[in-house]
């Protein structure tokens, strides 16, 4: 039976007032879009395409597009750059981008007792001008990744990419639910794997039959240690495969800690064993130029086990509960299968036609165990784990029309399910409220959505309007495990979001552009925000459940200038965001969290935010010096966030990041020097000094982290052709510094400061021979 909440969610999705948002939507962009082509029918040519340009992506448009033709900032790093600056992980690939980080915590967690779920989800994330988490949308070629999921102790992060098997990766800033719908809020990640023809068609060379390469690499900072094969081959000339295998191991990431006790005391990273393996298989039909059929198979599999030492209590123990050790094991595995095929059909009303259906199976267990001094052994056992089916048709055709202008009409229609489930197991002697349970009820998640672009090509103009509708439903399959213990049944929510955008961009010449978007965005909220409760009778601690919330929604502006000289490129974006109805987990509601008045928490939607800022980034070719080129690449990236409620700054933004580098290439050796400054974070910029917790005395300060300035440096020795050798070395000046994304919550007086700090100066080194 329904609820009342339900139906009347449902109800709110049948109003007139969507209908007509939909139409009003609808004729907005034919008006804009007529409007401007008649004012310009009379000046120049069609502007398809100018010069060739280095990079095509595709997260833009959801089609092959040149990067400058884009009214929007997009970050490309292409697989060569990834393999000469050592990267490895997510992490690594946000060093030098301003304005986009990646929180990476150090393995502090605890098993049971109070809960701390510091470092436990490793690479959390990535976080995009201010908004992280489920807010950004990560994609394996198209395919939506697991989302991040905590509770309590317990918490998955998103790093489940093996980026030995990842040939590109594009980065959108700002919203993309246009085009792929809810959790695109804050922008995208796509990750693009490997292709055949990335071993069978080198530039400017003949194909070839049989190809590959050998990679064996090595990183200080972690002591990780990987290796990788990759083959591909033709089988004739419609027929090519590819197979590439990965496996690597590691410790924990190293800090500038010095205090090595085996207690709560200890700075010194916890003893750490990771183990990864991963596998890519594709095979690939083209029986003819205009079509294309590929079916991928990838499997990632991780295991980490941890020694908590620093949950030890201090000798001499003096109550029989103290905490005497703690260890962990958690294993990941995430298996994806699709089949990509794209149609070029060159008919009346489509050019190209692709279709996209995946299938991808992830789960997440966590096994800990925690020793006390003389009562009897805490167990632990707590899975998380998402089935997903997904489903997309886009088709898009360039007409050509009279009057010197043409425009590309792009739609589709996606689906995607998401069978999500979690159980929490173990045992806890002498606890009488201790039960197996979920912390939610298994829900199916459900999205259908139809959506429609047109790329006006005008002259000097290029004009991109769109719109997206989106329903989407959250379907409690059963109470089974959730309902009892918990005092409610659960409840599921029906929902509908219209997201329009509109960008323009103008060519002033070949080397200059500028262009202006608005683009609006949501992102629905999921199972555990909804329905996630805890209760118990030991705890003085209670979360709510709530079946209200609302999607989130955004409406965003970005202003950009580009320069596009044979030898300077700069990039300039101003932005600005206003957020409705955001989600705010697990918000504090009141209680002193002490027996007979607990703590209670809620997720719960908050008014209105405003995040703006800007970013410029760029090259300088200097001069060729010695048969080489001199250049410089740079970023600078500053955001600001206010809650437009109390006029607080909203303290999860991070504070601005400056990189500049000087690069020296030639025809055998590649030296990059780097230098990178963030700043420090400021008493102003927090909604409140003192950290979140219920208001009893005294309160907390909030640690706040100093400026720091750090160099790296990467050379990268091409022996011969086939063979290369990458060498680096990471803050060479030994800094101790800390990032704001991890340290979030800490104490200003914590006596453990120093465990969150980054790694000191590491190397790393790999070998790449081709095949």
Known sequence: MKT????????LTRKPLRKMAIAVGLTCICSLATTALYAQTQTGSVLLVDKAPQIVVISGTRYEQFVENLPLSIDVIEQKELERLGIVDIRDLAKNLSNIEVKRAPARFTVTGVGNATGRDGNAGFSIRGQDGNRVLMLIDGMRLPRSYINGSNAFGRDSIAMNLVRQVEIVRGPASVLYGSDGLAGLVNFMSLEPQDFLQEKNAAPKEFGGKVV?????????????????????????????VNTGKARGLENKGVNDAPNIDRTRPNPQDDQSQSVLAKLQYQPEAGQKHSLSLEHVGKTSDFELLSSRAKLPMTTAAAVKGESVHKDFQRDHLSLISRYELKNDWIDHLQSHLSYQDSSAQDDGVTHRNTLADRVRKVSYAEKAWQFSLQADKLFKMPGNWAQRLSYGFDYSRIDVSNFFDGVDPGNADFTPRKYFPDTRDVSNAVYLQDEIFLGKWIITPGIRYDRFDLKVKTQSGFFPPSKLAATSLSDSAVVPKLGMLYKFNPNWNAYASFAGGFRAPNAQQINGVFESSTVPAVLLANPNLKPEKSQHIELGLRALFQDVNIDLAVFSGRYQDLIYDKKPLGGRGVAGDPAIFQTVNVDKAKISGFEIRGQVQWMKIAGGELSSPFAYGQTKGTDEVSHAPLSSINPAKLFAGLRYTTDHWDWQLNARHQAGKEEAELSSPYLPKPAVPPRIRQFLVPAATTMDMQVQWRVQKNWRINLGVDNMTNKKYWNWTDVQGLAANSLVVDAYTQPGRYYHASLVVGL
């Open 4 to 11: 009342s909440a339900s139906l009347h969610k449902k109800s």
């Open 216 to 244: 064996a690499a090595w990183s200080g900072d972690d002591h990780s240690r990987h290796l990788n094969a990759s083959l591909a081959g033709r089988l004739n000339p419609q027929w090519s495969w590819l197979l590439s």
